[in-house]
């Protein structure tokens, strides 16, 4: 069974920062590589940071500077440090697992239930 478990969301001071986690279970990481996702109301899904398992990151340039993405392969869990925060952020963010690049691209991507942040003053 796998399953993304989300957390570290809320309310939170524009400049202000929250981290948020994402606990995988039933997914090998050595060949997912894992990424954040956001979507504020009315508006499309957006890509915000990925990590390969080799630890290759790669963002959206709308965070670099202020977003910072990492794994602990030990505890399987993957992180999202958010710093600066502008009211524009304010979206629900998703975990996603993706194996593509190492099963193809029919293999199932995973995506966790989505956890609220909203920054406002």
């Known amino acids: 069974q796998v399953q993304l478990v989300e957390s570290g969301g809320g309310l939170v001071q524009p400049g202000g920062s929250l981290r948020l986690s994402c606990a995988a279970s039933?997914?090998?990481?050595?060949?997912?590589?894992m990424g954040w996702y956001r979507q504020a109301p009315g508006k499309q899904r957006e890509m915000v940071a990925h990590?390969?398992?080799?630890?290759?990151?790669n963002y959206a340039n709308f965070v670099k500077g202020r977003f910072t993405i990492s794994g602990d392969n030990a505890e399987n869990t993957v992180y999202l440090q958010m710093n600066s925060l502008k009211a524009d952020d304010t979206a629900v963010y998703y975990c996603?697992?993706?194996?593509?690049?190492?099963?193809?691209?029919?293999?199932?991507?995973?995506w966790g239930q989505g956890t609220q942040v909203t920054v406002s003053s």
């Open positions: 039933g997914i090998t990481f050595s060949i997912y590589a």
């Open positions: 996603n697992a993706d194996p593509r690049v190492n099963r193809g691209s029919s293999a199932r991507v995973y």
């Open positions: 990590i390969t398992s080799g630890g290759s990151t």
